[in-house]
C-alpha cells in the first residue's frame, strides 16, 4: 500500500491507497512550510525530491491600498539579533587585527591561514581554460566600455561676470570590495566593483573574498582581481573582512569605502562600521536579491520561469515577483514551467524556499503593471511584453532593467556592462546601482575676480546680515573697502 504523510508542524496527516503489493510502499513526507516534497520507495530503496510551486496570488483590483501597500514590504530580517552577533567581531578585529581575523576564519571558514593578505603582483596569473577566460575577457570588456563612457568633461561655469565655478572629479583614495563565496563563488562581482575603481584611479583596492579550504583564492577571481587592478587580496569572508578593511590592521590596509554584496552578517557589519569610529562609507544599503518581471500574453512562459528562479536560486531570502499584465496571461503554465526547471537546478532547494514566500500579482494592464512596480521598486526589473521600450519612460523605481523578450536578467549579472551592483529591499526609491561615481567625489572649485567680488559682494553681505552672521558679513566687506580704497588712491 501506498502511505502519504503530510506533515504540518510535527503532526502528521495519514492517507492511504491499497496496492496488491507491500514491497510497492511507497512513503511521500510533505512540508507544508517548503514547496518540498520527499518520497522514499521501498521496493527501490531511493529517495527522491520533486518541487512544487508556491508563489501566492493575488489581484491588484480586488486589494484595498493598503493591502497593495503591504506587497511591496521584503521578508523581514531582524538586524537587532544579528548586531548582536556582529558587533564583536567588529570589536574584537579593532583590537587585535590580524589575529582575530585569522581565528574568526578558523573558525567559520574551517581555514587555517599564516597570512591574511596577499599582494596582487607578487601571485602568479592564475590558469583558466581557455573559454572560461574568453568569457570573463568578454565581460571585462563590455564593463570597462560602459563605465568608461561615464567620465564627464570638466566644465567651468560664469555665473556672473568675474565669478567662475566648477566641479571636478577625485577618486577616492583606497577601497574595498567585498566579493562573496558562501554557497555560490561570484568572480563577476570583482570584475563590476574593481573595473569601475580602475577607471576612476583608486590608488589602493583591496579585495576580500573567503578562502578555499586550502587557504587558496578562487582561480576565477583571481584572475578578474589582476585584470582589473586590485592592488591586495585580504582571504577573509563575512563581518571579520568588512572590519578588517574598515579599521585596517597590519596586513590589511585601510580603506575608506567598502563596495560589494553579501549575506546578512556582512550587511550589519557595514551598517554598524559606517557609523563608527572607522570613518568609512559604504555603497549602498542591501538585502537579499529579488526580480520582478512584467510579461503580458506574448511572453514565452519557458522564459518567465527562467527569469524567476535566475534570482531564486541565489539564496532562500531572495524574492522574485510575477507581474501578469492585461488578459491572457496563462498562470498555470507558468507555474508548471517553474516546477519543472526547479526540479532540475542544483540549488533548487533554494530556488523552492524563496518561492514560498514570493508571489504573482495580476494586472488590468501595463499602466496598472507599471504602477505596480514603482511602488515595490525592485533591484531587478524585466519588461517581458510587446513593444516593451515604450514603457521605459514610465519606469521610475528600479534599480537595472531588462527591456524585451531576448533580455534575461543574467546579461546584467555578468557581461552585458552595466554593474549588478544595485539597491535592493525598496531602496531604489532613492538609491542608485554602483557606477563611476561611486569611486570619485566631486570637490567644488569658485574663483572671483575683484570685479566679481564688486558684483556678488554686497548681496553676500546683506544674506549673511540676515543670518546674524557678522564675521561672514565682514569677510566680504573688509574686501570691499580694500577694493575702494584701491581705486581711490589710483584716482588721486
Known sequence: MDYVLEVRACKCVME????????????????????????????????????KCAMKSYKLSELSVSEVDNLKARPRIDFSSIFGVVQPIVDDVRTRGDDAVKEFTSKFD????????????????????????????????????????????????ENMKGVRCKRVAR???????????GTAVLPSTALML???????????VVLATPPSKDGSICKEVLYCAKKAGVTHILKAGGAQ???????????????????????????AAKMILQNSEAMISIDMPAGPSEVLVIADKFANPVHIAADLLSQAEHGPDSQVVLVAAGDGVNLAVIEDEITKQCESLPRGEFAAKALSHSFTVSARDMTEAISFSN???PEHLIINVEDAEKWESFIENAGSVFMGQWTPESVGDYASGTNHVLPTY?????????????????????????????????YVATMAEVEGLEAHKRAVTLRLRDIEATQTSKMR
Not at 24 to 50: D, E, V, W
Not at 431 to 443: C, E, M, P, T
Request: glycine share 8%; charged share 15%; with cysteine.
Open 171 to 181: 577618486s577616492i583614495g583606497s577601497v574595498g570590495i567585498y566579493v562573496p563565496g
Open 241 to 267: 573582512a568588512i572590519a578588517a578593511m574598515a579599521w585596517g590592521t597590519s596586513s590589511c590596509p585601510k580603506v575608506e569605502k567598502i563596495f560589494g554584496p553579501g549575506n546578512q552578517y556582512v550587511t
Open 194 to 204: 574593481s573595473i569601475p575603481a580602475k577607471i576612476a584611479g583608486c590608488k589602493t
Open 16 to 51: 492511504t491507497k491499497f496496492v496488491s503489493n507491500i514491497h510497492q510502499t511507497n512513503f511521500i513526507f510533505k512540508s507544508s512550510h517548503l514547496p518540498i516534497f520527499t518520497s522514499y520507495n521501498f521496493s527501490s530503496g531511493r529517495m527522491s525530491k520533486s518541487v
Open 375 to 377: 511602488l515595490y521598486a
Open 110 to 157: 574551517k581555514v587555517q591561514l599564516d597570512q591574511i593578505v596577499e599582494d596582487v603582483a607578487d601571485l602568479p596569473d592564475p590558469q583558466l581554460d581557455p573559454h572560461v577566460k574568453e568569457a570573463f575577457d568578454v565581460a571585462y570588456n563590455n564593463i570597462y566600455a560602459f563605465h568608461v563612457a561615464q567620465k564627464s568633461e570638466e566644465k567651468s561655469v
Open 426 to 458: 525598496g531602496y531604489a526609491r532613492m538609491y542608485g546601482g554602483v557606477s563611476l561615481d561611486s569611486f570619485q567625489k566631486y570637490i567644488t572649485v569658485q574663483s572671483l575676480t575683484e570685479e566679481g567680488l564688486r558684483n556678488l559682494g554686497p
